[in-house]
């Protein structure tokens, strides 16, 4: 069983534009241990990013952000993906959707799912979702997650999507219990 991270819409306008937290920014440290562990031990590292365009449906209630080939749907530069990394963009709230990100999983027979990013309580939460229904067992990383709306989130993943909830600081450990090591 292999193993892979997500990165979720880590990019300048949640993190320094126009849909920035406070939390959003306190999460980078832990995320960059995140993928560094990861790249360490040479498991997958994919980034997926939001890249709209004016017809998107979430335009309607978010108003413009991560505009495709704008400075805010670019991956912040202290996350940025190293060679070889894929990075694919969504229009939707979920990773899944329209995106080949199952089919980029599947041909790396990837079985388990490790997340982090923004938002735990939208586009963390439908792509976590859709890889429940995939049939991933997935890995949300506390530490590096922040929630927008709903900041108890982690019950939620937990009770309806079987989800494990660590830290940035267990990712190697749990790796290793996974065989990925």
């Given at each position: 069983m292999?193993s892979?991270?997500?990165v979720v819409?880590m990019?300048?306008?949640?993190i320094y534009?126009?849909?920035?937290?406070p939390?959003?920014a306190?999460?980078?440290p832990?995320a960059?241990?995140?993928?560094?562990t990861f790249?360490?031990?040479h498991?997958d590292?994919i980034?997926?990013?939001d890249?709209h365009?004016?017809?998107?449906v979430?335009?309607?209630l978010?108003?413009?952000?991560?505009?495709k080939?704008t400075?805010?749907?670019?991956?912040?530069?202290?996350?940025?993906?190293?060679e070889g990394?894929?990075?694919i963009?969504?229009?939707?709230?979920?990773?899944?959707r329209?995106?080949?990100?199952?089919?980029?999983l599947?041909?790396?027979?990837?079985n388990n799912?490790?997340l982090?990013?923004?938002?735990a309580d939208?586009?963390v939460?439908?792509?976590?979702?859709?890889a429940?229904y995939?049939?991933?067992?997935?890995?949300?990383?506390?530490?590096?997650?922040?929630?927008r709306?709903?900041?108890?989130?982690?019950?939620y993943?937990?009770?309806?999507?079987?989800?494990?909830?660590?830290?940035?600081?267990q990712?190697g450990?749990?790796?290793?219990r996974?065989g990925?090591?």
């Open positions: 292999k892979a991270l997500i819409d990019l300048n306008d949640f534009g126009t849909l920035r937290t939390e959003a306190a999460i980078v832990s960059r241990k995140a993928i560094e790249r360490g031990t498991n590292v980034y997926v990013s890249s365009v004016g017809s998107d979430e335009m309607k978010w108003g413009e952000h991560a505009m080939g400075w805010g749907s670019r991956i912040i530069d202290d996350l940025k993906p190293a990394e894929v990075v963009e969504k229009h939707f709230y979920s990773g899944f329209e995106t080949g990100l199952n089919e980029s599947s041909s790396r027979e990837i799912i490790f982090l990013g923004l938002d939208i586009c939460r439908h792509t976590t979702a859709d429940f995939i049939g991933f067992q997935t890995y949300i990383v506390r530490d590096a997650v922040a929630a709306i709903q900041k108890d989130w982690e019950n993943f937990t009770v309806v999507y079987g989800s494990k909830i660590i830290n940035a600081d990712i450990d749990e790796l290793e996974l990925k090591l």
